[in-house]
């Protein structure tokens, strides 16, 4: 098992386009999850694939699981 440094996560991955943004992005607008980030802000460059076990996979799901806690969800009514 792979030892995470939360601290780093959140300095490193909670920038727009981020993994733990992105995760935080799909929960809010009731995505699937779909592990991902992007290095230049959302929707700039290239689009990176997040894997098992990886610093990036464990900050979106963080995002994810943290935006599920807090019931915090796009009303599209």
Known sequence: MIKIDTAK?????????G??????A????HRPIDPHYYPMGT??????????GTAEYEAYMMGYE???AHGDKKDWG
């Open 9 to 17: 996560i959140a300095e490193k991955f909670t920038q727009h386009g």
């Open 19 to 24: 993994a733990f943004d992105r995760g935080s």
């Open 26 to 29: 799909d929960s809010y607008y």
């Open 43 to 52: 929707y700039n460059g290239d689009r990176v694939e997040c894997l098992p």
């Open 66 to 68: 943290y935006n599920e």
